[in-house]
């Protein structure tokens, strides 16, 4: 939205209210008018590859599980599971008398139906979330069976949340439409206009299983907006809700706005990602030269704005898969990167590659590694393109190179399989995984997450998977959102956005 565009429209919404009342108990307007700059390219949680495009669907869609703000597994379309004595299988009962928005039964056949299409279609983004589900059997028709191929008590956190958002079967019969512009599922919200790339609207659903929880009546979400414009359009009433890029914190609290910004919430993990399949990364030494050149500090000082936190690996300190002991590996070090490349016989200047990056999102890292890599004699050419073209290299592992992001998961061991494991999204190496990570994979998968050992072993498998697998951390940092103090808080449950509970108060 260009800056006269804004100005417009605040004169509409000046000159249409005299104040901006607004009431999550049923008096007035319960409407929250979102601005991002962000642009949503898909809206099949199947295809959706990012936990930061993911909080754009929770609206829309419903999981099997969810999470509570202690991170516990609850029911939501499902009412409980079982495991057998193996741990190799786990029975799901789903509620009774629940449907999709258009109509049609949330059953087992539907469960099954999007579990093989998460492991059979071409453009599945959780088919490496789903390795171990070797199959879906439906039992009766609020009963389907997952068989395992190992021992595996982390599938309750997987089908919670992102991982179990359950589209309605009848609308992914034509999974082109229903990803571009019919989403359908069973969450609080549905889809009453869809602008692919403008903007979504969103009504309260009377069908939602937990409606009377749900206080907010209307969510309008716009994209592409120009992020200088935000702050300006949350002062005027054009929008109460907005996601703001870390440096426009200081205007927007300035502003006297509410500003959620802790990874207790959102957060995210720049990284840098590696292809050991693609030249010139198919050379172990070239990898770990690029380990020693990067300076997270540098990173963490110029593009978090005092919000984020140099990263040696993608989870921030206090997350259960955090190793305080990979803070301690490969610190900041040129002439080691410079001596490690002369020993494997390179000389000065004589790496290049193409470093791709989503244009508008990746610029002043891109730039800033740039610089680093070129103190050691590594030429990095700068190919930053749209979300769609840059995606189609990133997702289909045919890059050399990229810059990228990651937003907490729902379940540690899947934020593990995604980074580290065969057909993981954020894996730029796949179908590459290393042994030392599967065996530690392993054994998380086989402890219970009540076990005292969980958390140690959880963190050996996130050690295993960084030391051996192909991505360079940078920063981590809180997402920032900026709204009306009109709005209640949402629940805090890392990497989810629920609005649950959330009233809009009134105001003047």
């Avoid at 969980?454 to 360079?472: C, P």
């Amino acid at each position: 939205m260009t800056v006269a565009a804004l100005a417009a429209v605040i004169a509409t919404v000046v000159a249409g209210c005299g104040s901006s009342a607004a009431g999550g108990d049923g008096s007035g307007d319960a409407t929250i008018r979102w601005g991002t700059k962000q642009i949503q390219a898909n809206w099949d949680p199947v295809v959706t590859g990012s936990t930061g495009a993911t909080i754009l669907l929770t609206p829309i869609y419903e999981s099997l599980f969810t999470l509570d703000e202690r991170r516990a597994v609850k029911p939501a379309l499902a009412s409980g599971y079982e495991y057998n004595a193996a741990g190799d299988q786990i029975t799901v009962r789903l509620k009774p008398n629940l449907t999709f928005q258009d109509g049609s039964p949330v059953d087992a056949d539907a469960v099954k139906f999007n579990i093989d299409r998460i492991k059979s279609q071409a453009n599945s983004a959780l088919k490496g979330s789903y390795n171990n589900v070797k199959a879906a059997t439906v039992v009766d028709p609020l009963t389907v069976r997952l068989d395992l191929a190992q021992q595996d008590y982390q599938i309750p956190y997987l089908l919670a949340v992102r991982g179990g958002m359950l589209p309605s079967k009848a609308a992914a019969q034509d999974p082109t439409k229903l990803n571009s512009a019919t989403p359908v599922g069973a969450g609080p919200f549905k889809v009453v206009e869809l602008q692919p790339e403008s903007k979504i609207v969103l009504e309260k659903w009377a069908g939602y299983w937990d409606a009377a929880n749900i206080k907010v009546d209307r969510i309008e979400i716009n994209f592409g907006i120009d992020p200088s414009t935000l702050v300006a359009g949350l002062q005027s009433g054009v929008y109460n809700w907005a996601q703001l890029d870390p440096q426009q914190t200081a205007e927007a609290k300035r502003a006297g706005l509410d500003v959620l910004a802790g990874v207790d919430r959102n957060w995210g993990s720049t990284f840098l990602s590696l292809n050991i399949n693609k030249a010139p990364f198919t050379d172990p030494a070239v990898v770990e030269a690029v380990r020693y050149a990067v300076n997270p500090d540098e990173f963490a000082s110029k593009l978090s704005f005092g919000l984020g936190q140099p990263a040696h690996q993608p989870f921030p300190t206090g997350h259960p898969a955090y190793v305080t002991d990979l803070d301690s590996e490969h610190r900041y070090d040129p002439a080691k990167a410079k001596d490690i490349l002369a020993k494997a016989g390179y000389a000065d200047g004589a790496i290049s590659f193409d470093l791709g990056g989503i244009a508008n999102n990746f610029d002043q890292a891109a730039e800033v590694l740039q610089q680093q890599l070129k103190a050691v004699g590594i030429t990095a050419n700068i190919r930053l393109q749209d979300q769609a073209n840059w995606g189609k290299g990133y997702f289909g592992k045919t890059i050399a190179a990229s810059l990228y992001g990651y937003v907490g998961r729902d379940s540690n061991v899947q934020a593990l399989t995604e980074h580290y494991d065969t057909g993981g999204v954020l894996n730029l190496s796949s179908p590459t995984t290393s042994p030392q990570f599967q065996e530690a994979l392993k054994a998380v998968r086989a402890t219970p997450i009540d076990a005292p050992d969980y958390k140690a072993k959880l963190q050996a498998a996130a050690k295993a998977g960084y030391e051996n697998g192909s991505t360079v951390s940078l920063y981590t940092y809180p997402s920032v959102v900026a709204k009306d103090k009109s709005i209640s808080d949402p629940p805090a449950i890392d990497g989810f956005q629920s609005w649950k509970g959330v009233r809009i108060s009134s105001s003047s």
